[in-house]
């Protein structure tokens, strides 16, 4: 997917919802195909929301999108990455988990001067 077209904020909401009990840990974890898509749909709103190509975000196995005004990174590893596990990405992007507590807890890696997402977060409220 492309994070240059736009998300429907409609349909970010829904793929959210169908996550957010088990974000909540009332359920057990959603089928793969609904977390991939909770996750590639906020990493494209992300994008769209913050365009650039400054910093990487990366959600493994899932997706990885640029974003962030600055200088911009064409080849090898990027200055500036941000990268986590899809629950964590999901929490952060709901507002359930502030940026600056995933980092201090190791549940986020950011490296590089701009990877720092706390201002583009939450992406959307569950």
Known sequence: MSPSRTVDPGELHAAVQV???WLDDVEEAPPRADVAKAVRLSLRAL???APGRSVEVRVPPFA?????EGPRH??????????TDP????ELATGRLQWTDAVEAGRVT????????AHWLPIVRA
Request: net charge neutral.
């Open 87 to 90: 629950r964590t990405w999901l």
């Open 47 to 49: 994008a769209a929301d």
């Open 110 to 117: 950011a490296s590089g001067s701009r990877a720092d997402l």
């Open 64 to 68: 990885a999108v640029q974003c962030l």
């Open 74 to 83: 064409t080849r090898g590893t990027p200055p500036n990455v941000v990268e």
């Open 19 to 21: 996550v957010t009990a």
